[in-house]
């Protein structure tokens, strides 16, 4: 298998990551091989203080078997009782089983030995992927593996890929170990270490290493394709007759090497459930592994006392996942039981085949209620459909009272307009009467007008310049001139100071081309586009007005030209006089 890959948070390479890994690797190793040694330390003086004893019973029980069988053949019937269990006639060898367990043992403990020594030289490189149900290093270590190998990017040096094969490889060394401790812990020495010869408490702390060590955790398991007979192992060892009775005499030690059991168990199946493994035929495999090992731990035939580890099974059942007992149809999973495991025990395959029912009635109950709230949210949907468009109707009727409103305040506005308008033609026609009545009494009187240049006949001469209606002068020739105003910039205003306007080179302005002045300094405001702080005072001869406003909107254009006298003109010429 070959995987590259580092945690999620560590760069790749990284020398204090290398360090810390290889220290906690290490001080791992030394606990594990410190556990195992004081395990053979204790089975090995046990084994030599008890070696004679056991010697003596076998040959006491061997006797006893020579005794019933040769008695059975002279009476030529069956003499087994059935009230006494003789254990069986040992086929291996004429010598006791223990010398050969003893072996076995020493022999295990050598390679155990061994392949420390090689583990220790890798353990510089080693790092274990976090565990966590969420699925974050080995989760995408898997998917990797299911979407085959990505390419090695220029990124990874070749020392960190190196170092991740390490990886692998120790950490399959580890189970590796952990197998030759399950060899070694057969019924024999199962019973031995439980008996009261054997060492006190020392199974149990090694069970409570291997269950709660990290080298061991599910998602390692996982990792290393080793969960299958990891869980095939332990249910092998917990369910067997030796521990089933030492259990119940372990007390308050054996309900916490269940409870380390119990968290294994479901920390495979969370991680399992984490990594996306819902799928068929993985979720198949799950239940085989899971419902495999729980085949071993509840043991052949009927108990005839309290049974913790069965008790173990129920309470382990019972917190299982849905989808552990129904498909995906919402049935109940019997097939699956019984397909993935067709000899599970009757008490066993009882339990979960009640469990998958009870959650299937569950599901078909959930999912019926289901339906009618999906078709009450189809009535609601319906109901806030009918509400919406009435409220657009509302809308759409309002928006056109609002419309209808606004066209009737225009009409009224015209209204006044045209009211206006002819006012101001009465006004004009009475004007233009009593000019035609004045202009007739002048034709009658023969008086021509005083000012200089102007040739018609009135008796006093209006100059629009001064307002003096009886000037002797005409208005282009008006000793007065216009006091009007220009707001621009400092600078544009020293200039002005110093070498006067010059307006054929002024830039285009919004009321034309050429130069603009205001007669009220507040109407420049709009006209200096937002202003730019500088007044400049000037007198105007303003000749022929080319252009006359009456007012400007917000952004300083002309909305109305009318031939009245304005606030605003705008001129065009080579050079202004008079200034």
Not at 6 to 27: F, I, L
Not at 228 to 249: C, D, P, V, Y
Not at 329 to 353: K, N, T, W, Y
């Amino acid at each position: 298998m070959q995987c590259d890959w580092r945690p999620a948070g560590v760069a790749a390479g990284c020398p204090a990551h290398s360090k810390s890994s290889a220290k906690y690797m290490k001080k791992m190793g030394m606990q594990l091989k410190e556990n195992l040694k004081e395990l053979q330390e204790a089975i090995s003086a046990g084994l030599k203080e008890d070696l004679k004893e056991v010697s003596q019973g076998m040959k006491r029980i061997n006797e006893a078997i020579r005794k019933r069988l040769k008695r059975k053949h002279e009476n030529g019937r069956d003499t087994n009782d059935n009230h006494q269990k003789v254990p069986p006639q040992p086929s291996r060898s004429d010598s006791p089983p223990t010398s050969n367990t003893r072996r076995r043992f020493a022999a295990a403990c050598q390679t155990i030995q061994q392949q420390q020594q090689q583990q220790q030289q890798q353990q510089q490189h080693y790092r274990l992927p976090s565990v966590s149900t969420s699925g974050t290093q080995c989760d995408q270590e898997h998917q990797r593996g299911k979407n085959g190998p990505e390419p090695t990017t220029p990124s990874v040096p070749a020392s960190t890929r190196a170092q991740h094969r390490g990886s692998v490889s120790s950490a399959m060394a580890a189970f590796d170990e952990l197998d030759a401790v399950f060899d070694i812990l057969d019924d024999e020495v199962v019973t031995f270490l439980l008996g009261e010869g054997g060492p006190n408490g020392s199974l149990y702390a090694l069970f409570e290493f291997i269950l709660t060590s990290p080298l061991y955790e599910a998602s390692v398991a996982v990792w290393c394709g080793r969960d299958k007979i990891m869980l095939r192992r332990l249910g092998e060892l917990f369910g067997s007759a030796a521990l089933h009775t030492g259990i119940i005499e372990a007390g308050l030690t054996a309900t916490r090497i269940l409870s380390c059991l119990r968290r294994w168990m479901q920390s495979y199946v969370d991680y399992a459930v984490a990594l996306g493994y819902l799928r068929s035929p993985i979720d198949t495999q799950i239940r085989t592994n899971v419902l495999d090992a729980l085949r071993f731990l509840w043991g052949d035939g009927e108990a005839q006392f309290r049974c913790a580890v069965r008790e173990f099974v129920q309470g382990f059942v019972s917190n299982l996942p849905d989808w552990f007992f129904v498909k995906a149809d919402g049935s109940a999973a019997q097939q699956h039981f019984m397909r993935c495991v067709p000899s599970l025990p009757q008490g066993l395959q009882q339990i979960l085949v009640q469990k998958a029912f009870a959650l299937a009635s569950s599901t078909r109950k959930a999912r019926e209620t289901q339906a009618k709230l999906e078709d009450q949210n189809h009535h609601i949907e319906d109901l806030c459909s009918a509400i919406a468009s009435r409220d657009h109707k509302i809308k759409h009727l309002a928006s056109s009272t609002r419309k209808a409103r606004e066209t009737q305040a225009k009409l009224e506005g015209r209204i006044e307009d045209l009211c206006g308008a002819i006012a101001s033609r009465d006004h004009k026609i009475k004007h233009l009467e009593e000019s035609v009545s004045y202009h007739r009494r002048l034709r009658v009187r023969g008086l021509k007008c005083k000012a200089v240049g102007c040739a018609d006949d009135h008796a006093r001469h209006f100059c629009w310049k001064c307002h003096d209606e009886d000037s002797d002068h005409r208005a282009s020739k008006c000793p007065y001139s216009v006091i009007v105003y220009h707001q621009t910039s400092r600078e544009s205003a020293e200039s002005i100071k110093n070498d006067g306007i010059d307006i054929s080179k002024s830039r285009p302005g919004w009321a034309g081309k050429g130069f603009y002045a205001a007669k009220c300094i507040e109407d420049t405001d709009g006209k200096a586009q937002g202003g730019r702080g500088w007044i400049v005072k000037l007198a105007f001869h303003l000749g022929r007005p080319l252009e006359k406003c009456r007012s400007l909107s917000d952004t300083g254009k002309a909305t109305e030209i009318g031939v009245q006298l304005s606030d605003y003109y705008t001129h065009q010429h080579d050079r202004v006089c008079g200034i």
